[in-house]
């Protein structure tokens, strides 16, 4: 039988006795609410945020995953199809930033200072920055201020596994909105919300190197995804996420165990 570690489904005093010493790693998903083709659902990004903080606390043995953060930052046109798509859902940077930011303090005010937000939306990662850094002013004064690391689970997939998977080229993470690592990922853990018989194929957008604004929709594939998830199966689900839970518990472990 596997321990739990995320908190919100604990009771308090549970909660408590667990991180009662302060040294505690807590993980904290970030995900968004965000279109993803025809052949998955809004929730993707957080739900796979929050299945690899839980797999790589698992791994490690007696991290704890925090709430996940279920919404994120606009969806930008040339890495999530763009905020005009409906269903997407765009929150303003200063909604991420304070949501952030409150987590870091509740978590001091707790007696949790080692963090980790792990980030499953592309545009989200400046806006956790932002609000990290502002927690941490916020703390200055404080005795023991906390320490906080910040990262997207893909950027754990290593080189040689991203050779084996793409044979055909890579088309970079930003264009992978609703491709082969989702799809996959996705079929591996949660294969009842994947409906491949909808996917869309086409390949990978090619978009310019600049932004324009409003969008302009027809930038964007009709698929709403930036690159075809036709090549994915759970089998490559599992050496992705094999790549990402090691390389992630790794880094974690080199950071609050120096």
């Known amino acids: 039988m596997t321990t739990e570690t995320n908190i919100t489904r604990m009771d308090a005093f549970t909660y408590r006795d667990l991180i009662k010493d302060g040294n505690v790693v807590m993980l904290i998903p970030v995900g968004a609410i965000e ?51 409906i269903g997407t859902f765009g929150f303003d940077a200063d909604t991420m930033i304070g949501t952030v930011r409150t987590l870091v303090r509740e978590f001091h005010r707790h ?9 499953g939306h592309y545009e989200n990662y400046q806006f956790i920055y932002e609000g990290v850094d502002l927690a941490l002013r916020d703390l200055s004064g404080e005795p023991r201020i906390p320490q906080v690391m910040m990262m997207s689970y893909w950027d754990f997939v290593t080189p040689q596994v991203i050779e084996t998977l793409y044979p055909e080229g890579f088309p970079g993470w930003d264009v992978e909105h609703g491709g082969v690592m989702e799809t996959s990922i996705m079929l591996e ?20 190197l600049y932004d324009i604004l409003p969008a302009v929709p ?9 690159s075809s998830g036709k090549a994915s199966t759970p089998e490559k689900g599992r050496i992705l996420t094999d790549s990402i839970v090691e390389g992630m518990s790794a880094a974690i472990r080199g950071v609050f165990t120096a």
């Open 111 to 119: 007696g949790v200072h080692n963090l980790v937000f792990v980030n």
């Open 189 to 208: 853990f949660f294969p009842d919300l994947v409906h491949l018989e909808k996917l869309i194929d086409h390949p990978a957008a090619e978009l310019p």
């Open 218 to 226: 027809q930038l964007t594939p009709a698929s709403g995804c930036l």
């Open 35 to 85: 279109q993803h083709g025809a052949h998955m659902p809004l929730g993707v990004d957080a739900l796979l945020s929050t299945k690899m903080a839980e797999l790589t606390a698992e791994k490690m043995g007696g991290a704890l995953v925090g709430p996940s953060i279920e919404f994120g930052y606009k969806s930008q046109q040339r890495s999530g199809g763009g905020a005009h798509i």
